[in-house]
């Protein structure tokens, strides 16, 4: 029962976060990129599943900002400084990104790796150093982040789970 | 792109319609395929959020074979056939007589791979032509790409174009199962891009 309580779930253009012992945990990230941001001394941690690069791809005057690169990291970094985390403390770690279909549009062309250089370009203006990634490829994965371990462990198709 | 008009239950009604006459067609082409009775359920029209659509195919986490194909021309969109990995173990042995594949294996075969695309090619064109002589417009798949993934990552792919201004699509959800196994053996999913609605609605003069 603790197993089930003490896991959050982030769905799909969400984000969340959580405190030690609680982790945090995104499904099925195909194209879409799992970020990671955590505190090693307050053991705090968020998660944003983000769904496409760049807000201002969306045309709408309101929108759900979890599910852009851009938007999404800046509002986890503000939901994480509500909770006290000191934003220079900051790391992070990411997994996603990978290209589940061989073609696209000029929307989906290359949406996954997209994904993935628009997460490092925001997460470098921000400064926040990535620790660890698992991207690309052509696998979907499942990702949960222990804040006390500061482990990312993903979970893909055939290929077992692992951990970053 | 704003969609200048409500959605209303009697355009879901006719997304439903649309739905049963497609996969009526694609039933039958499969029956034909695999010599086997096939049933299908009333389709099931939703606005769900994109969590919601893959509770509707069994769960993110659910590991499927889902073949993707793009629609293109007055209708456009992306249809998904999706089918437990069993079942499309059964389809293509019984289509190709080859005994050693297994869609569970991390390594598919070449053969298995353009079996399953092909089946999923004859099953979108025969539910896209009855579309097209339905609505008189000009429906085309694309060619099929395969992947074997978890619910989630499969469709979130066919749903990148739609989310740039949606959190909600509308889906048009067939489940059919084969004469003799006990449960759904498959999805048919339509997802129309939502300016395809526009063209669909008034093609059918109610819009």
Known sequence: ?164 | MNIDYKITDMHLDVLKEIGSIGAAHAATSLSQLLDKKIEMLVPNVSFVSFDEMFDLAGGSERIVVGILQKIEGDLSGNMFYLLPLDSANQLTKRLVGETSIDFHNSTISELAISAMQEVGNILAGSYLSALSDFTQLKIQPTVPSLSVDMVGAIISFGLIELSHYYDEAIVIDTQIIVEGSSSVDGHFFLLPNPEAYISLFRSLGVL
């Open chain 1, 1 to 164: 029962m603790d197993t089930v309580k003490n896991v959050v779930r982030v769905g799909i253009a969400d984000m969340k976060i959580v405190k030690a012992p609680q982790k945090i945990r995104t499904s099925s990230l195909g194209s879409c990129v799992g970020v990671v941001l955590y505190d090693e001394t307050t053991k705090i941690a968020g998660l944003v599943h983000v769904m496409l690069p760049d807000s201002s791809l969306g045309r709408l005057e309101s929108f759900n900002r979890a599910k852009f690169a851009d938007t999404g990291i800046y509002s986890l970094v503000e939901l994480l400084k509500k909770e006290g985390v000191n934003p220079n403390s900051l790391k992070a770690k990411i997994a996603g990104g990978a290209q589940m279909f061989q073609f696209g549009s000029k929307d989906t062309i290359r949406i996954g790796p997209r994904n993935i250089e628009a997460v490092k370009l925001v997460l470098g203006r921000l400064s926040i150093p990535i620790i660890a990634e698992d991207t690309g490829g052509s696998r979907g994965r499942t990702i949960e982040f222990d804040p006390i371990s500061i482990k990312l462990s993903i979970r893909t198709v055939n290929e077992g789970t692992n951990e970053i």
